[in-house]
């Protein structure tokens, strides 16, 4: 009878409630992942910029490299080209520590082509950054890079005002490998000064920093 069947579906949904709740949750769930897949293969716009700006950058770090490599002075000038492009790209995206990375390969290759003043504006940029990183050890090396252009170019007491810096940082961050490395450029600048009682002494500092780390 009528009454018969509607009792019985009663009992099978009220039996059964559960396991319907489950599926619906189910079949809801499935609808969900199936939404975020669609919004995670089409990114917003900005998000979208900034991957394919991460990848511009990276290819254009890579090839400056490949062509750093190669030791020439053609191979110095592409790797620039390269590496002028992959800068403005990360300073895009604000990686500080890819810009970082980028600043200081352009700035060597600028410096073997015998360009210092575009080496030292790049070293300068360089270490502002390396200062906001925090990053005390790369800012040591970049002050050690700026002191050995400056005194390239005659300006001794400029070289030793930032090989000083570099060496206090040195020590203070307890790294004896680049504490040597500062005591014997600033040995150099002294021998070159004809200062030999300073230069000696200097040398003989970093010849003890180096002999500390077994290198005797």
């Known amino acids: 009878s009528e009454f018969s069947k509607k009792t019985m579906n009663q009992t099978f949904f009220s039996q059964n409630r559960s396991l319907i709740i489950l599926l619906n949750l189910i079949c809801l769930g499935l609808t969900l992942n199936t939404t975020n897949q669609t919004l995670a293969i089409t990114p917003p716009p900005q998000i979208a910029q900034q991957n394919q700006n991460r990848d511009s950058a990276e290819k254009a770090f890579r090839q400056g490299m490949e062509s750093y490599q190669k030791g020439t002075i053609s191979g110095f000038k592409d790797a620039i080209a390269s590496w002028e492009t992959a800068l403005p790209l990360w300073q895009t995206i604000v ?107 200097y040398y003989n500092q970093a010849l003890q920093s180096v002999n500390s780390l077994g290198n005797s």
Do not use: M, P, R
């Open 95 to 201: 990686d500080a520590s890819q810009s970082a990375v980028t600043l200081n390969f352009l700035s060597l290759a600028y410096a073997n082509l015998g360009q210092f003043s575009k080496a030292l504006k790049g070293y300068q940029q360089l270490l502002l950054l390396t200062q906001t990183l925090k990053d005390q050890q790369t800012e040591a090396s970049t002050l050690v890079a700026i002191a050995k252009i400056e005194a390239k170019l005659g300006n001794y007491q400029k070289s030793l005002d930032g090989l000083n810096q570099s060496l206090a940082l040195w020590q203070k961050i307890k790294f004896k490998t680049g504490e040597a490395t500062a005591l014997n450029e600033i040995a150099l600048i002294y021998f070159n000064l004809g200062e030999s009682k300073q230069a000696i002494s």
